[in-house]
C-alpha cells in the first residue's frame, strides 16, 4: 500500500467544551495519510486514477466550516467517517492537533486509525 499525505492542513472551525469556545472559530491542523495504490495512475500520468489530494483538503475545509464540536475526538472520527467513504479510502491515519489549548503545550490532539492497511 502506497500513502498520500497531507500535511499541516490548516482549518478553522467552532470546536470546545466551553462555553466562551462555542462562540468563536478555532484553528486546527490535521496530517493525513492515506492507503490507496498509486501505480495506475503514476503508469498513465493520470489525477484520476489517484487519491487527489486538492480535492479532499476542500471537503475538509468544507467539513470544517459546518461543524459544530465540543471534542476533538468528534471532529477526527467523523472526518475520517467522512472521507473513507466521499474518496473510498481503505486506510487513513488523521492527526487531529489545536494549538494553543494548553498554554504549557505547542498543541494538544489525537491520532486516529481507521480501516484496513494491506
Do not use: N
Request: charged share 30%; hydrophobic share 45%; net charge negative.
Amino acid at each position: 500500500m502506497d500513502l498520500v499525505l497531507i500535511e499541516g492542513l490548516r482549518v478553522e472551525t467552532v470546536i470546545g467544551a466551553y462555553d466562551w469556545e462555542r462562540s468563536i472559530r478555532q484553528r486546527l491542523v490535521l496530517d493525513l495519510e492515506m492507503g490507496t495504490d498509486i501505480r495506475p495512475a503514476a503508469a498513465q500520468d493520470d489525477l484520476t486514477k489517484t487519491l487527489d489530494y486538492a480535492a479532499i483538503s476542500a471537503r475538509i475545509g468544507e467539513f470544517a466550516d459546518a461543524s459544530h464540536f465540543e471534542l476533538v475526538e468528534t471532529f477526527a472520527e467523523r472526518l475520517a467517517t467522512l472521507l473513507c467513504e466521499d474518496f473510498a479510502i481503505p486506510w487513513l491515519r488523521l492527526t487531529l492537533r489545536k494549538p494553543g489549548a494548553v498554554a504549557e503545550a505547542a498543541a494538544v490532539g489525537v491520532c486516529i486509525e481507521r480501516g484496513k492497511r494491506e
